[in-house]
């Protein structure tokens, strides 16, 4: 069956109200095996231009019917309107059936034989050059995925025989004609968002493992320090006749009990975290939909991490208590002192634990200064105070060849709106997602090779440059008298000069091109700044601005989808919405709306970076606190033992400073080793990540040491606190309790 994701719009005009929608064709739900709750599902037989025998049918998700219709049973047999399309509601699917794709969640699904009814005769089944669905299938019985890519060859040259685009040059069709069909396995689903996300999340997965390390760490050095306290009561057991295995158990068990209450406050936490962390991938463009109630195989998943953890720190206190000499132990009991070994081992751990801290600090500080690198990023235009307002034709009686002239006629009319600078149309905004590709062959330009001559388009209205305030800085802008019949024009960005021309004056060059805009040559007017136009991590790319109003609607209908920048004069853009609202409405009331900031969009383009920049910070303020307190609670421990050797020092005269550098002494030892090591590490590990920074380089010297400094405060601070309370020891009480 085929497929597409689409956002249908609920509203009859005005302000959109968009629902998420599904273009499916009619074998859909019997190839996934998928029945409806309520009703039924659309068949092949409802797959037809216009509609079936029942018209044109919707099937909506279980959600959906909760949310619209309170879940009544009489929702089936009700009419939908989807761009002011009646459809008959036929089907509910289950609770637990969202779509064929993971990571969104559909309202509405239709098929695809009823989107000429939607788009008219602008339908992308009759555009053989616009590619938009996407396949997928069930293998036989026993076929196997390399089976079905062979299949799919063998009937290849049919295939792409029977869908030639009509208007690609030779050499794309040539590539197109030999491009292999590959069947690719989808078991798990396919995911836009899984791709996309893939290597971030892996990132955070390992962090999490990283802290849960230093956690064990942490709770093996404390467990360590309570078995030691507890020597002679092992002693006594064993001495009376208890077996080593069953000091084991105890301990082991003991071990459990915390990692099972660990788990338990874990997956509490977690169901609340998983909701604000999927809330944050969503935004107004694109709804992110992820199921994460719990179930077996998470419930087994933590029940194994819980078991691994436990053994992971309870494994050494057990082995030490079931290596206890029962005389050793008596003879020791009231002495405060330890063994080598156990010092040793105590000390390995807090080692550990501040080289991982460290790892984590490193990763911490690279993500967040790649995240505040991009957010204050001079993308060469203003984002302050521009409302974008998309704005959908399609389903209005304006005429295609009208649409220009409509389009003009609602610049003018928001410019005249109350608290409005400017207003200006035009095909794509900074920072949208959506990109205009063109070839490009200047007067006089050095040479290229073909995909050298490729560059990003623009058609903009006058006002553009101003509304969005991107610099002009050489010849003219896009001026009124850019029409039809006039000199045909164009802008090119400073990149596009240095791409085509060596960075000379474009300013009277000429420049053809065969993209959206094709015809004769057109003159090169004006110099404009360089600035983002569809990622911000993308370098600045060559740029053509073209007058929208010298579209050549011979060749091809206008586009029905345009936006509309709109400057506002002062306060949030927001505030000019209701009035560019009506003002739109006074030139055509079923023109459909969508409202957006320019510098929400500008953060929604940040998604990633700050979800990745929020989460490392977080687990590394958390590394730093379990370093801190592991420090702490060894030191203290240390102290403790050895209160009886730091009163005799004290009584024997030592000043209350140099018990102080005795104590930190060994704190630095262990602070500077872990250090030393987790540097190696973040240096080795940071090469994979280097995908996921920006601006910076993965072994960073000023992250790297900025990074040791504060976990070196956090050492300092955690060994100073038990350091003076040690200095403060009262001699005469010590020597009278020994």
Not at 517 to 524: H, K, S, T, V
Request: charged fraction near 15%.
């Amino acid at each position: 069956f085929a497929w597409n994701n689409t956002r249908f719009n609920l509203s009859k005009g005005g302000e959109t109200e968009f629902v998420d929608g599904l273009w499916a064709s009619g074998g859909m739900f019997d190839t996934l095996g998928v029945a409806a709750m309520l009703g039924r599902t659309f068949t092949p037989a409802d797959d037809r231009r216009g509609g079936g025998p029942d018209g044109p049918v919707a099937v909506i998700s279980y959600s959906f019917w909760q949310r619209r219709f309170g879940g009544a049973a009489d929702a089936i047999g009700r009419t939908l309107a989807l761009e002011r399309v009646p459809f008959a509601i036929v089907g509910v699917t289950p609770p637990d059936f969202f779509g064929p794709e993971v990571g969104r969640a559909f309202d509405v699904a239709v098929p695809i034989g009823a989107e000429p009814l939607v788009r008219g005769k602008e339908s992308f089944l009759d555009a053989r050059s616009t590619w938009w669905l996407t396949i997928m299938a069930r293998l036989k019985e026993g076929q196997s995925v390399e089976a079905a890519t062979s299949a799919l060859r063998a009937i290849q040259p049919q295939v792409r025989d029977a869908t030639l685009p009509p208007d690609w040059r030779p050499a794309d069709l040539a590539t197109y004609l030999k491009d292999p069909l590959t069947a690719v396995a989808a078991a798990t689903g396919t995911s836009q968002m899984r791709r996309r996300y893939q290597q971030p999340l892996i990132t955070l997965l390992v962090v999490v493992a990283l802290v849960l390390l230093i956690a064990c760490a942490n709770i093996a050095n404390l467990l360590l320090a309570r078995a030691t306290a507890r020597r002679h009561e092992w002693s006594v057991r064993l001495a009376l006749g208890a077996s080593r295995a069953r000091l084991m158990r105890q301990l082991l068990v003991e071990s459990l009990l915390l990692a099972g209450a660990g788990a338990v406050a874990g997956l509490l936490l977690a169901r609340w975290a998983s909701d604000l962390l999927v809330n944050q991938l969503s935004t107004q463009a694109n709804t992110v939909f992820l199921d994460l109630t719990l179930d077996t195989r998470v419930l087994i998943f933590t029940t194994a991490v819980a078991v691994v953890t436990a053994l992971l720190f309870g494994a050494t206190p057990a082995f030490r208590a079931a290596d206890t000499a029962p005389m050793d132990a008596l003879k020791e009991q009231g002495r405060g002192a330890s063994s080598d070994s156990r010092v040793s081992v105590t000390s390995a751990l807090v080692v550990v634990q501040v080289a991982l801290s460290l790892v984590l600090v490193v990763a911490a500080g690279l993500f967040m200064r790649t995240f505040s690198s991009l957010a204050r990023l001079h993308v060469g235009f203003e984002s302050d105070r521009v409302l974008v307002v998309t704005v959908n034709a399609q389903r209005t009686e304006i005429p295609a060849a009208e649409r220009l002239a409509t389009y003009d006629r609602i610049r003018q009319r928001a410019a005249a709106v109350p608290g409005v600078a400017a207003a200006a149309v035009s095909l794509v905004t900074p920072v949208s997602g959506i990109t205009w590709n063109t070839r490009a062959k200047v007067s006089d330009s050095v040479p290229l090779t073909e995909r050298q001559s490729g560059s990003n388009f623009n058609a903009i209205s006058p006002g553009w440059l101003a509304t969005f305030g991107t610099p002009l800085v050489a010849g003219r802008d896009v001026a009124d008298g850019d029409r039809k019949g006039a000199p045909k024009v164009a802008l090119v960005n400073q990149a596009f000069a240095q791409r085509f021309l060596n960075g000379a004056n474009p300013i009277g060059h000429t420049v053809t091109q065969n993209g959206f805009f094709p015809g004769p040559p057109l003159e090169i007017v004006g110099l404009v700044a360089d600035a983002v136009y569809r990622s911000l991590r993308e370098p600045v790319p060559p740029t053509m601005y073209v007058p929208l109003a010298q579209f050549d609607d011979s060749r091809r209908p206008a586009p029905p989808n345009i936006s509309i920048g709109v400057r506002a004069r002062s306060g949030p853009p927001a505030h000019v919405a209701r009035g560019v609202a009506a003002a739109i409405a006074g030139v055509n009331p079923d023109l459909a709306l969508t409202f957006r900031p320019l510098a929400d969009q500008v953060n929604a383009s940040l998604t990633q970076e700050r979800i990745v920049a929020v989460l490392s910070g977080f687990f590394g303020a958390l590394a730093l606190l379990l370093a801190g307190l592991g420090l702490y609670g060894v030191t203290s421990y240390a102290v403790t033992r050895r209160r009886t050797e730091i009163g005799i020092r004290l009584a024997l005269g030592a000043a209350p400073s140099g018990v102080v550098r005795l104590v930190l002494a060994r704190v630095t030892v262990l602070v500077a080793v872990g250090v030393a090591v987790g540097a190696g590490l973040s240096v080795w590990a940071a090469t994979f990540v280097a995908t996921l920074l920006y601006g910076l380089e993965p072994r960073d010297p000023a992250t790297l040491a900025g990074s040791a400094a504060v976990l070196a405060a956090v050492g300092a601070i955690a060994g100073w606190l038990p350091a003076h309370r040690a200095s403060r020891i009262d001699p005469a009480q010590v020597l009278r309790d020994a």
